[in-house]
């Protein structure tokens, strides 16, 4: 896990200046391919499509125009199966996607784990969505776990740490990460609140062990890689668009893939972008103003291909 991901995460801008001078609309980059017509979609949800429980301004509009263009939900949130995240986004009164087309970290790492070790054994500290996606791949064995695999939500206790500890230290297990994040925004009887992410909740076992985890979700590349598989298309053709610079952005550019931050999750207009990490193509304070931008970009009305060119 690198410390990079902490800082960034906890950078807040200076406060003063005015936004309008912090945003450019399109944020032009002399030689980037911003004109290719896109193929393919990767859309980050949370901070995007919603927050909470509540749909962001401009989700649905924007779901229905790219209706007819290929594309993917990925996410680093690892607690909720595709078929739990596509009735929650179908409850807020967006159009239900199929549960195939929403990746999440825990399906990445168990694909991931497979192809490092065809018919791995784990043991899991993470809520249901996890142990699902690795029990379709692998075998869970408390005694003797190829993978102690970290994710998210209630389930880390001493028990189970001290379980971990000792897979790693004494049966010789790697200690994977579903995803990096440190702290994610959640919603509780209509007020936010701050949950532990992967990245805080695996630390304490790195720490007791002396071992860097593997980490698989977002800016690692291995869920843009399913993603593109998924869709089909080479990086190049394709657009992550997300609300954070350290992960969906950052990880997305250096696949190269083109991106689009929106800044309605935990980028605020206001912050002045990280010094240490590469500009989008795109960065607008909303859906709206994306879907403006890109509208250029995008498959004609009669939804056919746009050209490749
Ligand atoms: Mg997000």
Not at 20 to 33: F, H, L, Q, V, Y
Not at 167 to 184: F, H, I, K, M
Request: net charge neutral; with cysteine; hydrophobic share 40%.
């Amino acid at each position: 896990m690198r410390p990079g991901y902490w800082r960034l995460s906890q950078r807040r801008a200076p406060s003063g200046a005015h936004p309008s001078t912090r945003i450019a609309s399109i944020t032009a980059r002399k030689g980037e391919p911003r004109h290719r017509s896109i193929r393919g979609l990767l859309l980050d949800m949370d901070g995007v499509l919603y927050h909470g429980d509540a749909p962001l301004p401009g989700a649905l509009e924007f779901l229905q125009r790219i209706a007819g263009l290929p594309h993917v939900f990925v996410t680093n949130n690892p607690r909720r199966t595709p078929e739990e995240v596509a009735a929650r986004l179908a409850a807020m009164g967006l159009p239900r996607p199929e549960p195939s087309l929403i990746l999440t970290s825990a399906i990445a790492t168990a694909e991931r784990l497979a192809l490092e070790k065809p018919g791995f054994s784990w043991f899991a500290i993470g809520e249901g969505g996890l142990e699902a996606e690795l029990s379709r791949l692998g075998e869970r064995d408390p005694e003797a776990a190829d993978f102690v695999v970290v994710g998210e939500g209630p389930g880390i206790d001493f028990e189970r740490l001290t379980l971990a500890i000792n897979l790693v230290l004494q049966r010789g297990a790697r200690l994977v990460v579903t995803n990096p994040d440190t702290s994610v925004d959640d919603t509780h009887d209509g007020r936010h609140r701050v949950l532990p992410g992967g990245g805080a909740l695996v630390a304490p076992i790195a720490v007791a062990c002396g071992v860097e985890p593997l980490v698989i979700g977002k800016p690692e590349p291995a869920l843009f890689e399913m993603a593109c598989r998924r869709l089909g298309l080479a990086p190049a053709h394709c657009v992550m668009i997300g609300d954070r610079p350290d992960t969906d952005i950052a990880g997305a550019l250096r696949l190269g893939m083109r991106a689009a931050l929106v800044r309605t999750g935990r980028f605020r207009p206001d912050e002045d972008w990280p010094e240490a990490l590469p500009r989008p193509q795109w960065d607008l304070p909303d859906l709206p103003g994306l879907l403006h931008a890109l509208e250029p970009l995008l498959p004609t009305s009669d939804q056919r291909p746009p050209d490749p060119r």
